[in-house]
């Protein structure tokens, strides 16, 4: 043992063994599969994980939440058809208005695993703008989605659509209100109540 191991009472603690909520914005990287590297922060960030690996879990998730919230007479707006077909079953109230909606019903392009934020472009958007949704918002994805950063998320959406790459794109990672941290893709947007229901796909 060094001098400073005696001096002080043992080695010093490894990065990784601090745990993820005492991580401070400027230590090193979590070395951890992606998944659990995903889930970690994005807990952090204040949102609700509902992980499920059948299409009976994933209803049961979605009516858990409606109970939870008390979101059974209200409105679900969202912007992709595809989830209404989906979920016609669930016996949601579904809706094209925003300002009527309760919550915003959507799906995403990315889960980010370097800081848990979720990555959306104008196919979950449209035009609008974070601040023209509800503050809550059910974020139905694939455990395929999960990709290590936003660089590669970013990558991927390139290589997705190529001549035609989406507009509007954004990160959500403000789900609780004391959140003040923002980078370039998630400035000027609102901290949302955020539920996260992940099907495993993989």
Not at 151 to 180: M, R, V, W
């Amino acid at each position: 043992m060094s001098i400073f191991g005696k001096l002080f009472g043992g080695s010093k603690k490894k990065s990784s063994d601090v745990p993820a909520e005492n991580r401070g914005v400027h230590m090193p990287e979590l070395d951890l599969p992606i998944d659990e590297k995903f889930t970690i922060y994005f807990k952090k960030n204040g949102g609700k994980f509902i992980y499920c690996d059948s299409e009976d879990e994933v209803s049961l998730a979605l009516k858990n939440i409606v109970e939870e919230n008390n979101w059974q007479d209200s409105s679900f707006f969202h912007l992709d058809d595809r989830l209404e077909r989906k979920f016609a079953s669930e016996h949601l109230k579904f809706s094209k208005s925003a300002q009527q909606s309760t919550v915003f019903f959507t799906t995403c392009e990315h889960l980010i695993a370097q800081n848990g934020s979720i990555l959306i472009s104008s196919n979950q958007l449209k035009e609008r703008k974070m601040n023209e949704l509800p503050d809550n918002f059910i974020v139905y994805a694939t455990t395929s989605q999960l990709t290590p950063s936003l660089g590669d998320g970013l990558k991927s959406i390139k290589s997705k659509y190529q001549g035609s790459i989406p507009a509007n794109i954004t990160t959500i990672k403000h789900f609780q209100s004391n959140i003040k941290e923002e980078d370039f893709l998630s400035y000027g947007s609102t901290s949302k109540n955020l539920y996260l229901i992940l099907m495993e796909d993989l």
